[in-house]
């Protein structure tokens, strides 16, 4: 985040050092906030033991979230849902990359079960871990992940898999809250979720049609 001071009549920015940034081509961004999308691919909905909700679930992850590390273990066991993510300039989609939604999943049952909110179970920090943007293509329906575990395909997703699919997930967010620059959003999480193991390598590709855009890895702590 960027503040300004007036010094002798100079108008100047400053960036607050407590705030988490993102790579996006050759600079660095700064997400104000990540709105995530949850259900929203039937294969993990029926992994979870759960049913389609009757509008789309969304939740927050403050800019706090945002690490570099992959840790396995936060007080409890740490599990992955690998996603494509959209980050938002000028209101618009102007860069995709790969995410991975961590969640403390003892805790999200003991809250769901209570009918509580998640963000014990999904807005603490580190629960965010994302490849560096790139620019996003014209059209994002062609788009494809996929994420590895020590070489072992876990998950692999697509927009034409998700119930809501990006343009539906932004006019639903934008019918609500304001899209800033830098936001990023979380599409999703498809089937193949599961607890993060310490020492495993994690790597993820994003796909274009058969063009690769992106790619990341990160060895679990």
């Known amino acids: 985040m960027y503040g300004v001071i007036v010094l002798a009549g100079n108008i100047q920015d400053i960036r607050d050092p407590s705030m988490h940034s993102v790579r996006f081509q050759d600079r660095e961004v700064t997400p104000n906030k990540i709105m995530c999308v949850g259900k929203n691919y039937s294969a993990h909905i029926e992994e979870m033991g759960s049913t389609p909700s009757d509008q789309m679930t969304v939740f927050m992850k403050p800019n706090a979230c945002i690490s570099d590390q992959l840790v396995a273990h936060r007080g409890e066991q740490i599990h992955f849902e690998g996603e494509i993510c959209l980050l938002i300039q000028g209101g618009v989609v102007a860069a995709v990359g790969l995410g991975l939604d961590l969640t403390k999943r003892a805790t999200q049952k003991r809250l769901k079960d209570m009918g509580l909110p998640w963000e014990r179970a999904k807005a603490f920090e580190g629960a965010a ?78 796909l274009n049609g058969d063009t690769e855009l992106v790619s990341a890895s990160w060895r679990a702590m």
């Not at 996003?136 to 898999?161: H, K, M, V, Y």
């Not at 809501?164 to 809250?177: G, K, Q």
């Open 129 to 206: 871990v994302f490849s560096r943007f790139v620019k996003a293509p014209p059209s994002l329906t062609d788009l494809e992940f996929e994420l590895r575990i020590d070489g072992e395909l876990r998950q692999r997703g697509s927009p034409t898999q998700m119930l809501y699919p990006p343009a539906v997930i932004l006019e639903e967010l934008r019918s609500f809250i304001p899209l800033e620059d830098g936001d990023i959003v979380m599409t999703g999480t498809p089937a193949g979720v599961g607890p993060v193991q310490a020492g495993t390598l994690f790597e993820a590709r994003l």
